[in-house]
């Protein structure tokens, strides 16, 4: 069993940066992390994923270049960085764990958090 709690949303300026933090508890060991979020009248979609090694990770399109995933698990923590945020990075913020599984495929996360809002103004 593993449990994930999420911090570090907030209200932003669009351009403005946030970085989330995700922290697990319980037997971690392995797991790929994953960032998604949900908008408003949207279904959930993936932000970004890490593996448990940290030497592959995976960004939607959106997210590339504006957003970073790291992990310490030393401290069992996956952050988020986001920068050059807009409007539409607005959204609940979740972070989910998967042992196994591609790291895009929402399906493959079974522990998931209660999320984290994040509101971009314009």
């Known amino acids: 069993q593993v449990q994930v709690v999420e911090s570090g949303g907030g209200l932003v300026q669009a351009g403005g940066s946030l970085r989330l933090s995700c922290t697990a508890s319980?037997?971690?060991?392995?797991?790929?992390m994953g960032w998604f979020r949900q908008a408003p009248e949207k279904e959930r979609e993936i932000v970004a994923a890490?593996?448990?090694?940290?030497?592959?990770?995976y960004f939607r399109d959106s997210a590339k270049g504006r957003f970073t995933i790291s992990r310490d698990n030393a401290k069992n923590t996956v952050y988020l960085q986001m920068n050059s945020l807009t409007p539409d990075d607005t959204a609940i913020y979740y972070c989910?764990?998967?042992?196994?599984?591609?790291?895009?495929?929402?399906?493959?996360?079974?522990?998931w958090g209660q999320g984290t809002q994040v509101t971009v103004s314009s």
């Open positions: 319980g037997r971690t060991f392995n797991y790929r």
């Open positions: 890490i593996q448990w090694s940290g030497r592959s990770a």
């Open positions: 989910a764990a998967a042992l196994g599984g591609s790291l895009w495929a929402e399906n493959d996360y079974a522990y």
